[in-house]
T-cell receptor, first 114, second 114 residues
């Protein structure tokens, strides 16, 4: 069976510090990978998605970047965090390209920028 | 453009009552997919159901049922005989043809009071 891991689970960082969140998927190959952010009391906003190693698409211009160094690894980074980067970050995967497969989400990372 | 509207921000019901969560969507695609996810207090999104635009047959799964009506662009979710464990935020989402991401509504927070 497939599983998706995210770490850390929670993170408190000062403004201006760097960020690295990691997501890994087990039990599948060539997944599509996604990073979403959920601000407090709001819906999910897609930040990045990837259809393969080294292939990153950005949906929203921002202070963040993503990388996919391995097939089942997806990393979200920032060089300098802003207060507005606080939120709940969710990684997701889907087994095939195209719209017909649902996305499966990881447990999330709750980031607080102070 | 894709859009999902969940007009009910918060709903409270007493245990064993039935409750319906509304979802209205907008899309220009003729082929699209609708989803419902549950987000319990732990934060992880749990996939509940997927529906494609060609299948308007309603679905029942235990205490859960879904009513898809293309004529009104709605995909409503009903929980029968609600339980405290149903307390969560529920998200409706839309994915169009060729899209790589899900468009989420802002969610409905359901509280089931014992």
């Amino acid at each position: 069976s497939q599983t998706i891991h995210q770490w850390p689970a929670t993170l408190v960082q000062p403004v201006g510090s760097p960020l690295s969140l990691e997501c890994t998927v087990e039990g599948t190959s060539n997944p599509n990978l996604y990073w979403y952010r959920q601000a407090a009391g709001r819906g999910l906003q897609l930040l990045f998605y990837s259809v393969g190693i080294g292939q990153i698409s950005s949906e929203v211009p921002q202070n963040l970047s993503a990388s996919r160094p391995q097939d089942r690894q997806f990393i979200l980074s920032s060089k300098k965090l802003l207060l507005s980067d606080s939120g709940f970050y969710l990684c997701a995967w889907s087994p095939l390209a195209g719209p017909y497969n649902e996305q499966f989400f990881g447990p999330g990372t709750r980031l607080t920028v102070l | 453009a894709q859009k999902v509207t969940q007009a009910q921000t918060e709903i409270s019901v007493v245990e064993k009552e039935d409750v319906t969560l509304d979802c209205v969507y907008e899309t220009r695609d003729t082929t699209y997919y609708l989803f419902w996810y549950k987000q319990p207090p732990s934060g992880e999104l749990v996939f509940l159901i997927r529906r494609n635009s060609f299948d308007e047959q309603n679905e029942i799964s235990g205490r859960y049922s879904w009513n898809f009506q293309k004529s009104t662009s709605s995909f409503n979710f009903t929980i029968t005989a609600s339980q405290v464990v149903d307390s969560a935020v529920y998200f409706c989402a839309l994915r169009g043809t060729g899209a790589n991401n899900l468009f989420f509504g802002t969610g409905t927070r359901l509280t089931v009071i014992p």
